[in-house]
């Protein structure tokens, strides 16, 4: 089992940063693969980014990447989400979720356990 908690979002004007945290609680946090989705007011929940259970490797939506990083500190069981360059369209719930290595598309479906999500508002 694994309990996600997200924290770091808030209002900012298009071209700050935000960096997002999400807390994990359970034993088996180091070893699973970690991901951010985000939703924005009348879509379906998208995938954000993406980062193995080690951290070596990492994968982004084309719409966030070279301006999202997403990173991890299994010490801490914590993952981040690291945002620059905001713009508008950035504006959403942002939800952290944690999957099994052995599921391997950036989906919904392939994540098992989520946070309760952090509300970004980028304003232009």
């Known amino acids: 089992q694994v309990q996600l908690v997200e924290s770091g979002g808030g209002l900012v004007q298009a071209g700050g940063s935000l960096r997002l945290s999400c807390a994990a609680s359970g034993r088996t946090f180091s070893s699973r693969h970690m991901g951010w989705f985000r939703q924005a007011p009348g879509k379906e929940r998208a995938f954000v980014a993406t980062?193995?259970?080690?951290?070596?490797?990492?994968y982004y939506a084309d719409s966030v990447k070279g301006r999202f990083t997403i990173s991890r500190d299994n010490a801490k069981n914590t993952v981040y989400l690291q945002m620059n360059s905001l713009k508008p369209e950035d504006t959403g719930v942002y939800y952290c979720?944690?999957?099994?290595?052995?599921?391997?598309?950036?989906?919904?479906?392939?994540?098992?356990?989520w946070g309760q999500g952090t509300q970004v508002t980028v304003s232009s």
């Open positions: 980062i193995s259970w080690s951290g070596g490797n990492t």
């Open positions: 979720a944690a999957r099994d290595p052995s599921k391997t598309i950036q989906t919904v479906g392939a994540y098992d356990y």
